[in-house]
């Protein structure tokens, strides 16, 4: 059925979620399993006061972020790429799904702080991404 699946991840408790189901159903179905996170642009991350000097910092967060999902999903599967792109999120999660051929698109419901920043159950990137995909799309609570 599936046999590419790219599971989006911001280190946020929901997306933690979203990678356990990832891995466990990229398991079940013997697939590839690609562990996709993006750094934000500048102007989508100033809300929580990162600035610009801090950008390199940033990075090493991200890439702790994909190395911590990495660890979480070899719990489950075996068969696991990871990929680290910069921009708007749903914009390299759709890319990332039609480059490396994703037959599924795996993400959280919402991701860091937006629940508390909104209150709306499903983040714009999710949202974003389920409206877009040309491919399946999972979304996790």
């Known amino acids: 059925m599936y046999e590419r699946i790219l599971v ?3 280190g946020s408790e929901f997306a933690d979620c979203a990678v356990d189901r990832a891995a466990k159903l990229a398991s079940r179905l013997g697939a590839e399993l690609l562990i ?3 750094i934000p ?3 989508e991350f ?3 006061g990162i600035t610009t000097a801090q950008e390199g910092t940033l990075r090493e967060f991200y890439q702790e ?7 979480r999903a070899a719990k489950y599967h075996d068969k696991i790429r990871t990929r680290l792109d910069e921009g708007p999120p749903a914009e390299y999660i759709l890319r990332a ?3 490396e051929k994703a037959d599924l698109v795996v993400v959280a ?3 860091r702080s937006h629940r508390e920043r909104t209150g709306s159950i499903m983040g714009g990137v999710a ?3 389920n409206h877009l995909a040309d491919q399946d799309v999972l979304v996790v609570h």
Not at 65 to 71: G, I, P, R, S
């Open 8 to 10: 989006a991840t911001d």
């Open 36 to 38: 996709e996170t993006v």
């Open 41 to 43: 642009h500048t102007a």
């Open 46 to 48: 100033n809300f929580v």
């Open 65 to 71: 972020v994909l190395a911590k999902a990495q660890t």
């Open 97 to 99: 799904a039609q480059e």
């Open 109 to 111: 419901s919402c991701g």
């Open 127 to 129: 949202a974003r991404v």
